[in-house]
């Protein structure tokens, strides 16, 4: 050996790694050719980076201490730019933020799982006062057999040879400034210092398994189409026994047959011969609370709305219903007999209209909706 990497970074042979690379990142700035001048700094810099390149590999510096040294002139050094990047030149020469280097560790094996999507539809009458449901969710949970150490059981996880538990390798890369020591994640463990040599046969070596689970809901009233209601940690578990994420419940209210909703209101049609639009009249109308009485007050006319407080949508996390609107539709006979007809010209008579001197009015806002709706469809 032509040196002693121990003595060119001024290091112990019994140094620790934190060590060995504090020693090198302070020569490395001191010696770097864009910042020293001296005659030799730039031979000493060499040195100094294939030291480095030695002892901060675990492998390596076991030859090295058998008297081995597994550098030869040119070997093991990438060309310009491969493995290199800026981030590697800033931690190698200025000492990195806190943050950065915080990220060079072994990442953790087990992680947050996902969030989960599921739709829930509900009636009218449950949007209206809520309803308790059990709802099956497909996720992953955590493994019976391993209990999330992913492995088999008696063993444990194993620490890396390839990178000695840190996740990730170093190697010098020769860039525009010179040589620097480059940084990426282990192949071997994927980063996270430790490999699995017998994984579980359960759940493959994942930690969790797939299961159809049954969740408990109250869904309040008031919910409508496109609420998503929040179970906080009932998603999907992480690999390796992670927190697990959370269920999403988005809620698809089906079209009811009568009652049409707009907000927390109610609204239908209530279809009435036109004597008892004249005369007045009580009608019995199934709404969500059960048969009501409706009242029709005399001389009701067609498009009137009879409003039935408190009998509409429940408000959401709040108290109170919204309204029942029915909207009145008078129906004229189209076919009369004899004495239908008579009684009718009689009542004309009465009321002096056998000819009627008709007169314009301004069209009534509802006229347009319901030529709207027409058009639509509806």
Known sequence: MSSNYY?????????TQDQIK????????????????????????????????????????QMYDRGVDPTAPGGGQAGFGAGFGFQ????TFFGAAQGASAQRGPVPRARRGQDALVRLDIDLAEAAFGVHREVPVDTAVLCGTCQGTCCRPGTSPRTCEVCGGRGVVQRV????????????????????GTVIPEPCPEC?????????RTLSVDVPAGVDTGTRIKLTGQGEVGPAGGPPGDVYLEVRERQHDTFVRRGDDLHCTLEIPMTAAALGTVVQLETLDGVRDIDVRPGTQPGDVLV??????????????????????VQIPTTLDEEQEALLRRLAELRGEERPASRMAPAHPGVFAKLRDKLAGR
């Open 7 to 15: 003595e060119v970074l001024g290091v112990s042979p019994d140094a």
């Open 22 to 61: 504090k020693a090198y990142r302070r020569l490395a700035r001191e010696l770097h050719p864009d910042v020293a001048t001296g005659d030799g700094a730039e031979e000493r810099f060499k040195d100094v980076s294939r030291a480095y390149e030695v002892l901060s590999n675990p492998e390596k510096r």
């Open 88 to 91: 590697d030149i800033f931690e």
């Open 173 to 192: 890369a020769r860039s525009f400034l010179g040589q620097v020591m480059t940084s990426s994640p282990c192949a071997a463990c994927h980063g996270f």
């Open 204 to 212: 493959s070596g994942e930690g969790r398994v797939r299961s159809r």
């Open 308 to 329: 039935e407080r408190g009998l509409g949508i429940g408000h959401l996390h709040v108290g109170g219903r919204g309204d029942l609107n029915v909207h009145v539709d």
